[in-house]
């Protein structure tokens, strides 16, 4: 189920939750901050109104490593990227 949030992308973008990156190799040793990739892959939260969208909220989608822009909405940091930059749908 996808959250709730009060914010409404426009046109062509969507709002994205990027999954949380790992802070431990699969040996167990601790990455610091500085070391962690930014995640390509994340939930949609809500989408824009524009008919060429094809994702839906609460898809798992994978988006373009250095696209959209960062936006934090009360703890929670978001992602606002085009549709154009989503390149996939997780099943």
């Known amino acids: 189920m996808a ?5 409404q992308p426009l046109g062509e973008y969507v709002l994205v939750e990027p999954a949380k ?6 040996s167990g040793i601790v990455l610091p901050d500085t070391s962690e990739e930014k995640p390509q892959e994340g939930t949609v939260v809500a989408v824009g109104d524009d008919k060429k969208i094809k994702v839906k909220a609460g898809q798992k989608v994978i ?24 390149l996939a749908v997780v099943k």
């Open 63 to 86: 988006y373009s490593k250095y696209s959209g822009n960062e936006v934090r909405i009360g703890d929670v940091e978001y992602l606002l990227v085009k549709a154009e930059d989503i």
């Open 21 to 26: 990156s790992n802070t431990k190799t699969a």
């Open 3 to 7: 959250k709730k949030v009060n914010i």
